[in-house]
């Protein structure tokens, strides 16, 4: 199993390179091209900055292992990995110039743990320890956990600081085999190997931090640790600001209750599972709390993964001919974006990211090549070429 699949289950740079911005609303089109890989059939842009630094990850020739990627100046470039078999850049992260994200080491897990990060990796799980990593300059550091043998990077700003989440050396009775020992969120910098944790909220023994924005707020996931992925791991979806922890309540169900990113204005978005055990992409501001953003007409999921300035989100809804597709939420509307896209261009699995600009990162599917490459998708002007039913009011 690779993230891409990861995601429709458990939920789930070009920086030389001068784009067009959005133009006018509701004539929208997007120019989409493929980036490649390293030689398997599988990669994904899973992060852009206002940059235009382009990160994520790609399989190696044979599939069974893959590393993570930054895309500079229209080359692919390989970041590696410190020691084990596969790294991976899996949530979007905005930092002006570097990027975080999780990597395995050369030691086997005394504890034989799959960890947060196997279910991100190709399966089956390779049972080395698995820790955040920033890269910058050239050269991919360890991030620090809180006693245990894992961490995982999941996010970054401007400000120097990523967060994520990482083991504590406390063997937690709510674990599920093959997971042992208890987990916190924590924010990582500015100040290097300075790593400060971020409490659950309520009695809840676990936590992990997936998002942080420019003025510091964190958003993520609290409850307990069952296989650190998901599921009642995310019991509450919460916001760290000013010391403090908010539960943001989620759609009415009791897991998968996941924020996954929050811009500089504090809107947060995720997915949830509700009352029905659905699980529906969600947007969350302070002052009217969580709104179901739906999936596209006749799907059975959604995933809401980014948020920008503009608030236009991106993510992926489970339906289509693939199975899943990539879709946009804006101005009250919920499209696919392959309606908005030249007849002939790759297939749009998910959507990732979003930056400033209106420029879309995720991962496609090329039915003529028989590859799943990354992607960017460029805004320029045109129309929905599709019928009425691949756009329509949040509120059907």
């Known amino acids: ?104 080491t050369a030691d086997l897990n005394p504890l034989d743990e799959n960890w947060s990060c196997s279910a991100f990796f190709p399966q089956p799980p390779t049972k080395h320890n698995c820790l955040g990593f920033v890269w910058q300059n050239g050269v991919m550091n360890p991030l620090p956990t809180l006693g245990g043998y894992n961490g995982y990077a999941s996010g970054a700003n401007d400000k120097g600081q990523a967060v994520g989440w990482a083991e504590t050396a406390v063997h937690d009775s709510t674990c599920v085999l093959p997971q042992v020992l208890q987990f916190e969120a924590v924010i990582w910098g500015p100040n290097p190997g300075q790593v400060q944790p971020l409490q659950p909220i309520y009695d809840d023994p676990d936590s992990a931090a997936t998002a942080i924005n420019n003025n510091g707020q964190v958003v993520g996931i609290s409850g307990i640790c069952e296989k650190a992925v998901g599921d009642l791991s995310a019991k509450h979806p919460v916001l760290w600001e000013n010391g403090t922890v908010t539960d943001l309540k989620g759609l009415g169900g009791g897991a998968w209750n996941t924020p996954t990113a929050i811009n500089n204005e504090g ?130």
């Open 267 to 396: 809107q947060v978005v995720g997915f949830s599972e509700d009352a029905d055990s659905a699980i529906h992409a969600f947007l969350w501001t302070k002052s009217g709390g969580i709104q179901d953003l739906k999936t596209l007409d006749g799907d059975s999921a959604s995933f809401a993964y980014a948020i920008n300035a503009r608030g236009q989100v991106v993510g992926q809804s489970l339906g289509g001919p693939f199975g899943t597709r990539a879709v946009i939420w804006e101005n009250g509307t919920k499209t696919d974006l392959n309606c908005l896209t030249p007849p002939g261009s790759p297939y749009l699995l998910y959507a990732n990211d979003i930056d400033d600009s209106g420029r879309i990162t995720g991962e496609a599917y090329d039915p003529n090549a028989g590859n799943a490459p990354a992607f960017l998708a460029v805004p320029t002007i045109g129309v929905n070429h599709c019928s009425s039913a691949s756009s329509s009011q949040n509120s059907k």
């Open 1 to 104: 199993m690779n993230s891409a699949t990861f995601k429709s289950i458990l939920t789930m740079g070009f920086s030389a390179l001068a784009f067009p911005v959005l133009l006018a609303q509701n004539q929208t089109n997007y120019v989409v091209t493929t980036l490649g890989t390293l030689g398997g059939t599988a990669s994904a842009a899973i992060s852009i900055n206002d940059r235009g630094l382009i990160s994520g990850f790609s399989g190696l020739p044979g599939n069974t292992t893959q590393v993570a990627v930054v895309w500079q100046k229209g080359k692919l470039v390989p970041l590696g990995t410190l020691g084990g078999p596969n790294s991976g850049i899996e949530w979007p992260n905005h930092h002006a110039t570097a990027v975080v994200g999780i990597t395995e």
